[in-house]
């Protein structure tokens, strides 16, 4: 089983900065990839970004430029840089990690961007 715990949300102004983070524990024993999704309300979960086990990445066209996705391996770690965040990036931002073809999410954490 594989548990996925996520930090660093929270409310910012149009223009700022947030970082999120994800560990991961559990039975993670091969190669993996972990990603991120949001959904805001109303609306399906959309992919975010990606980080492949080799660590190439994978970004939605729509935030291409200001978010940066990053893994620490020894950690089982994923985090997520967003710059110049914009009130259209509002959302619940959820964590995922594809392991042996299954998928496993965290809980959510909720990005509010608004002045």
């Known amino acids: 089983q594989v548990q996925l715990v996520e930090s660093g949300g929270g409310l910012v102004q149009p223009g700022g900065s947030l970082r999120l983070s994800c560990a991961a524990s559990?039975?993670?024993?091969?190669?993996?990839?972990m990603g991120w999704y949001r959904q805001a309300p109303g609306k399906q979960r959309d992919l975010v970004a990606r980080?492949?086990?080799?660590?190439?990445?994978a970004y939605a066209d729509s935030v291409k430029g200001r978010f940066t996705i990053s893994r620490d391996n020894a950690k089982n770690t994923v985090y997520l840089q967003m710059n110049s965040l914009k009130p259209e990036d509002t959302a619940v931002y959820y964590c995922?990690?594809?392991?042996?073809?299954?998928?496993?999410w965290g809980q959510g954490t909720q990005v509010t961007v608004s002045s």
């Open positions: 995922n990690l594809v392991l042996r073809g299954l998928n496993y």
């Open positions: 559990g039975s993670i024993f091969s190669s993996y990839t």
């Open positions: 980080i492949f086990s080799g660590g190439s990445t």
